[in-house]
């Protein structure tokens, strides 16, 4: 019964066109997306309600294949209903709920201690340079000037969709000085930088990070000018696959993106997301305090073991 999952390839779309954007926003908007079809799904038998919310799991998860935070969220659903003895469906609905709505809650207790622990890197007079949109990173920055730090704030634009102007409105909308740059001038400006601040879509089982194109890049210019470069995100970003042999997939978006109508014989690529090394990673601004990238898997081993241990 497809029509079932109208709704839920509506969502897909929405999340593949970036209507809605960021790994935190993604796995937010799955979860309650994941919640809404299971309170409608009119199914007689366990069975059948397990086989429906994990269809709908896999459609949500396809939107956009480098985004473990909403992987992880729809698993830790999954996991709560296979964990149950469980059989009546109104029962079955009410555990996708509570367990979605946990989820969120964690997601949302880790933002606030990243913040408390962000928020004191930022001294006045530093300029911070960012690269997209991370809620996470742009959270930090505007509880730092709201809590009277006064400092400056680098956007890339982030090509080619554009992510850095979602950052730069919303930090100038609230009195931050902000600079807007095209993505080639940060070598140009690194030596006016103090501190990089970067979002993560995933992070790997050797301490790598996922995020933006044209991250590691930045990671290099600022590991050749000494600047520091921290990575801003919670540890259930965490990709648990990579633990077990397999690569973070990248996703490669529509090459109309980068160039609408380009000449015949021009090939375009277009990948969304690139690795950054831990070894250009100064630190990781998590939920656990401020980290090396090094230790990060003895950290999710203790704070989360069944995200771990999830494959
Ligand atoms: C967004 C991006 C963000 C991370 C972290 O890419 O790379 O830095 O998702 O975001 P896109 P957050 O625009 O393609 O989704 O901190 O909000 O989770």
Known sequence: MVYMFNEVFEASQAIRRLKVQGARNIAKYAIKILINFSRELDVASRGEFIKAVLKASK?????????????????????????????????????????GNLFIKMVENSLEKICIFGVKRIRDGLTILTHCHSSTVNEVLIRAY????????????????????????????????????????????????????????AITSEGNIVNKIGTSQIALIAHEARTPFYVITELLKFSPHTMYGDYERIEERDPSEVWKSPPIGVEIRNPAFDITRRDYIHGIICEEGIISPHIVIEVINRRYPWLYTSQ
């Not at 400092?151 to 982030?158: A, D, G, K, S």
């Open 59 to 99: 459609i949500l998860c396809e939107a956009r294949p480098t985004e473990p935070l909403m992987r992880n969220g729809l698993k830790f659903i999954s996991r709560s209903i296979y964990e149950s003895d469980e059989y009546k469906v109104e029962d079955l609905k009410m555990l996708v709920e509570e367990a």
């Open 146 to 201: 709201k809590n009277g730090r006064r400092f400056n704030v680098i956007c890339t634009e982030t090509r080619p969709l554009f992510q850095g102007r979602i950052t730069a409105r919303k930090l100038a909308d609230i009195g931050v000085k902000t600079t807007m740059i095209v993505d080639s001038a940060v070598r140009f400006f690194m030596n006016d930088v103090d501190l990089v601040f970067v979002g993560a879509d």
